[in-house]
């Protein structure tokens, strides 16, 4: 056993001691590791808040019948856009038509009522100027009854008058121009006045847009809003807004701001905003924009300034506190502390302090680089990132 045991520690050791040491890294070659570099870019940018906003059209109405009978006629089709005074239902007019006809005998009948009224009274008056030929009462009576039957006949011409728009009243028109929802009521069926919807129909051209803002967003853009006042007159001031919808990407569309409500919901916190803004028409009849549909909402709340601004991936973080790499002199890296703005479309993100205009930073690497290290620069753009490969959906706010 002995033996065994000492020829296994024999060949151990013949191992061990044939193999070289293992080789150290050198040094030298991570000293100058080369590190993709930029330089700051400064631009003017305008500070803004993102919010989810809904639309909504400026007339919604909805359709219900202003007499009462059974649908005879239903000549729209469902979902298309009509205009103002385009016939929708038509009732049943003959129930509406007898009456108005029976209206108008009994102006006819109150006409010839006041005509003999009339002529009775001016007989009267004649005899009445021979002294003792008739009673002072009886030319009261008779002008009594000349103004009774004129009063009889300014009823019935009244009571004509309601037959005619009841009469009317069967033929449910748009009251606006817009797009129509499908029948709620089919041919058929008995209406009742004032009460049966009938369809709904919205205007699309221009759209509301409404969203909530925030109390210490609307108080710095009511400040902003004040120190514009002093350069401006007040009733030439507008505030605009950027809009977005699902299949877009940053915000193409621009609204002007054109109510704000009148208190804050005590329990969000928020307050109620509203832009309108016009509803692009692609083939001359498909809106763009719809009743109800969702949308991204970017309001400015500050003026324009410079700015300096770096790529995103070249801000690390350190326990919560944000930070770059800085090449100073000799090539050497300096750990920055920098205060952060807002993110820009392009993936830009703006430095509020921190960095100054002409200084280069880390963009590539921050991991394998460490303050006081010395760098070989490799110099390229800044990277940005571009949202959309539409040029129509930059966000282009306007620099008063």
């Known amino acids: 056993m002995f033996r065994y045991f000492s020829a296994a520690l024999f060949i151990l050791l013949s191992i061990l001691l044939g193999c070289s040491p293992p080789k150290l890294p050198d040094p030298d070659g991570e000293k100058n590791p080369t590190v993709q570099v930029s330089s700051v870019v400064e631009r003017s940018v305008v ?20 007499a009462t009978g059974y649908i005879v006629a239903t000549p729209f089709k469902e979902g298309a856009y009509v205009q103002k ?3 929708l239902f038509a009732i049943d007019p003959r129930p509406y038509q007898a009456k108005l006809d029976d209206a108008k005998a009994q102006t006819q ?3 010839a009522k006041l005509k003999l009224a009339k002529a009775d ?6 005899v009445g100027k021979t002294p003792g030929a008739i009673s002072k009462q009886e030319l009261d009576k008779y002008a009594a009854a000349e103004d009774e039957a004129y009063a009889a006949l300014e009823a019935s011409k009244a009571s004509m008058e309601v037959h005619k ?6 033929s449910v028109v748009s009251p606006i121009s817009g797009r129509i929802s499908k029948y709620y009521v089919t041919l058929g069926n008995l209406v009742n006045q004032d009460s049966t919807l009938l369809t709904t129909i919205v205007s699309e051209d221009p759209i ?24 401006e007159n007040v009733a030439d001031m507008k505030h605009h807004i950027y ?8 915000f193409p569309h621009k609204a002007e701001l054109n109510f704000t409500n009148n208190q804050i919901d005590s329990q969000t916190g928020t307050m109620t905003l509203r832009a309108v803004f016009p509803n692009q028409f692609k083939n001359g009849k498909n809106p763009l924009f719809v009743q109800g549909m969702f949308c991204r909402v970017l309001l400015p709340i500050s003026q324009p300034k410079n700015c300096v601004m770096v790529a995103e991936k070249a801000v690390g973080s350190d326990q919560g506190l944000k930070f770059v790499y800085v090449v100073g002199p000799g090539n050497k890296l300096e750990y920055r502390r920098v205060t952060l703005g807002e993110l820009q479309p392009d993936n830009l993100r703006a430095i509020e302090s921190g960095l100054k205009p002409d200084e280069k930073i880390v963009v590539s690497g921050l991991h394998i680089v460490r303050p006081g290290m010395t760098i070989t620069p490799d110099l390229i753009a800044m990277p940005v990132f571009s949202e959309t490969n539409d040029s129509n959906a930059e966000i ?5």
């Open 109 to 111: 009948l109150f006409e």
């Open 47 to 66: 500070n803004s808040v993102r919010f989810t906003g809904r639309l909504q059209s400026i007339n919604y109405v909805e359709i219900k019948p202003r």
């Open 243 to 250: 809009l977005g919808i699902a299949d877009e990407k940053g």
């Open 208 to 231: 509301y847009c409404y969203f909530d803002v925030d109390e210490r967003t609307l108080i710095n853009v009511t400040r902003n809003l004040q120190k514009k006042a002093l350069m």
């Open 121 to 126: 009274n001016l007989r009267a008056k004649d």
């Open 85 to 87: 005074g385009d016939l």
């Open 165 to 170: 728009l009841d009469l009317e009243f069967c």
């Open 396 to 400: 282009k706010i306007e620099q008063k």
